[in-house]
């Protein structure tokens, strides 16, 4: 059951991602056809989660790794090509998403760079879909393809189609977050790709017996319930939508197309399992050996939590509509002859030291434990290489707390002045 649980936090993962990290590639490929006085505040809006958001992505390849080893090994390399574009399209949106927010103001070319990248790592994705959907050519447990094997009709209508589940996703959060669009304007652009995208998902399930060599299997009762009860609710929630462009509350919307999204991804693992990828990899045949997936599930059990708080805080952070940061004075800079105060250490900082040597020291035991209970064995790094590591660490975190608090980084008040 283990190997299930695994894959479940994968589709978990991958589902939270493409919920999240949507709308911030919606919000980015829309502001290709925004105003210019538009982009940057559609930038800025993105810029308040969107590296939480694509930690999801992170998580997911690395429980895929962990978990179903086997699944691994075939579909990446049959992909090489559109996730190493994908990449470096995430880097080049984040660059001109985090230098056109510090410009100050609007910057054409980083946010072309925004929107462009935003939009090749859309495409991408859907050509990754695309090859998994199809399966890739395997032997052996093994990936016995070519490096193009991934382009293909197919491939290319689901990067159609995901470009349009994120347009409708971006569309649906610009409602919620801006006062951009007019009411009508609102509603004309989130219906219209409200209906695209449910044209094209009906042209890609039609087309998926044909592409897919594992046919769905729906003979047997429970499946084929969950499989039409998944796309009922995706169906209600697209009707929700459809009402809710243009109208308020304007968070219904979004909450409607992440349900529709989210009953869409179901209700492909619903009719796909027990395979994980096409035409007939299972998820026992993928799955690591018993220890590494007790590792992996209480390891990534214990994160979870973290990462969703993470997101939960932000979001309630930056609740409500955006609007311009009011502008506020600069402080000056020192001038050549003059220093800050040599400032004492803030009253927080001991106990900011304290608080890090036991986190170090908890991370040190941490990692002893899962060596000797997980991986029967306690000398990977060997007792005196982790000491070292542990040691080496804390210094270097101690010293540079030290550093700072002596240079005044700690104390809110010593940035603004100086003596001569």
């Known amino acids: 059951m283990l190997e299930y649980a695994a894959y479940g936090l ?62 691994y090994a075939v579909v990446l390399p049959g992909v090489y090509l559109p996730l190493i574009v994908m990449l470096v399209s995430v880097i080049l949106r984040g660059l001109g998403l985090e230098m056109h927010s510090a410009a100050g103001r609007y910057r054409r070319g980083w946010a ?8 090749a790592a859309t495409v991408c994705q859907g050509l990754v879909l695309g090859a998994v ?32 589940v994120y347009l409708l996703a971006g569309a649906a959060w610009l409602q919620d977050k801006t006062e951009a669009w007019s009411r009508p304007a609102g509603r004309r652009t989130g219906r219209s790709l409200l209906v695209a995208t449910a044209v094209m998902a009906l042209v890609l399930a039609l087309l998926l017996p044909g ?41 219904r919307p979004f909450a409607a197309v992440a349900t529709m999204t989210a009953s869409g991804l179901l209700g492909l693992a619903v009719g796909s399992l027990p395979v994980v990828v096409p035409p007939g990899l299972t998820v026992h045949q993928a799955a690591s050996p018993h220890s590494s997936q007790l590792f992996l599930v209480l390891g990534v059990g214990l994160c979870m939590p973290f990462v969703l708080a993470y997101n939960i805080y932000a979001w309630r952070s930056f609740r409500g509509k ?50 000797d209970v997980f991986g029967g064995v306690s000398d990977l790094i060997g007792p005196i290489g982790v000491t070292v590591l542990g040691c080496t660490a804390l210094a270097a975190w101690i010293t540079g707390d030290r550093r700072d ?12 002045e100086t003596t001569s």
């Open 322 to 371: 955006y609007s311009e940061p009011a502008e506020s004075a600069v402080p000056p800079l020192p001038v050549r002859g003059r220093s800050l105060p040599a400032a004492t250490a803030p009253s927080g900082l001991p106990r900011t030291i304290v608080r890090r040597v036991l986190l170090t020291v908890l991370g040190i035991l941490a990692t002893a434990l899962s060596q």
């Open 211 to 251: 592409a897919d060599p594992q046919q769905f299997q729906l003979g047997q009762p429970v499946r084929a319930v969950l499989f039409w009860l998944a796309v009922g609710v995706a169906a209600v929630a697209g009707a929700v939508a459809w009402y809710g462009f243009g109208r308020r509350p304007d968070w």
């Open 10 to 71: 994968v589709l978990f993962s991958l589902g939270m991602y493409v919920v999240l990290d949507g709308y911030d590639l919606g919000v980015g490929m829309l502001s290709l056809v925004a105003k210019p006085e538009r982009r940057r505040e559609y930038g800025e809006i993105v810029a308040t989660a969107w590296d939480a958001n694509e930690s999801w992505l992170i998580l997911a390849g690395v429980v895929l790794w962990a978990g179903l080893p086997g699944a």
């Open 405 to 416: 608090g002596r240079a005044g980084s700690f104390d809110a008040d010593a940035g603004t």
């Open 112 to 119: 072309l760079l925004f929107g462009g990248a935003s939009l």
């Open 133 to 164: 959907l199809t399966g890739p050519r395997q032997r052996a447990g093994a990936f016995h393809g070519g490096a193009f094997d991934w382009f293909t009709l197919y491939g290319v209508l689901c990067a159609v189609g995901l470009v349009l």
